[in-house]
């Protein structure tokens, strides 16, 4: 599977450029494309998800010291909610009589992902990285495919990224999609499209 707009660099090589490109103070500090929010998009065909993981976890030994950046597993963010207010067995429980659609859902919900759950303020994950993440870090988000179809890129875009705080607004934060962004459409594992989307921007061809 090509990478949006047909990419032809390896794999390698654009995690190599991804490197360069966060050692930058520049992009560090100046936010997106015009001054633009500083929110970007690495796609990679998911068939090489197990070396996308040993890539980034490259990086971070690589930056140590030099770079400040984190790592944020958004499936991980999600259990450890869930476990922390007992949800889980509920869901599994939710899953067997009402199946997977409902499960999104009430997940959904108890995470206040959605415009109308009780205010934007209370986003679950929103609270996570606020709590955990240090806005002078470049911030990795992963494991959104792990998460589909219970979230979404575009709601991690809408309803995380677009509601930290203040101090935030500089920080450079980068979704690592299993499939395709082409800057105008989401198509998560490459096939199935997620959504319409223009905001983020690719941060390498």
């Known amino acids: 599977m090509e990478t949006a707009l047909g990419s032809l660099k390896t794999l390698e090589e654009r995690l190599e450029i991804l490197e360069t490109k966060i050692r930058n103070?520049?992009?560090r500090t100046g936010g997106g494309k015009a001054n633009e929010v500083n929110y970007w998009v690495f796609d990679y065909d998911p068939r090489r998800e197990m070396e996308v993981r040993r890539g980034i976890e490259d990086i971070?030994?690589?930056l140590d010291g030099l770079v400040p950046l984190q790592i944020f597993d958004l499936y991980d963010m999600m259990i450890e909610y869930l476990e922390e207010k007992h949800f889980l067995d509920k869901v599994y429980q939710m899953e067997?009589?009402?199946g997977l659609p409902a499960v999104s859902r009430a997940i959904n919900h108890t995470l206040r992902m959605s415009n109308d759950a009780n205010g934007l303020s209370e986003n679950r994950l929103v609270e996570y990285l606020k709590e955990k993440a240090d806005p002078r870090s470049v911030l990795f988000l992963t494991?959104?495919?792990k998460c589909y179809p219970i979230l979404?890129?575009?709601e991690?875009?809408?309803q995380v990224f677009y509601n930290m705080p203040k101090e935030f607004m500089a920080t450079p934060m980068i979704l690592f999609y299993p499939g395709v962004y082409t800057e105008q459409e989401l198509r998560i594992f490459g096939e199935m499209h997620e959504d319409n989307y223009y905001r983020a921007f690719?941060?390498?061809?």
Request: hydrophobic share 35%; no cysteine; aromatic share 10%.
């Open 152 to 154: 979404r890129a575009q």
């Open 156 to 158: 991690i875009f809408n």
């Open 202 to 205: 690719r941060i390498v061809r």
């Open 96 to 98: 067997i009589k009402k």
């Open 25 to 27: 103070p520049e992009f």
């Open 60 to 62: 971070r030994r690589k």
């Open 143 to 145: 494991g959104i495919g």
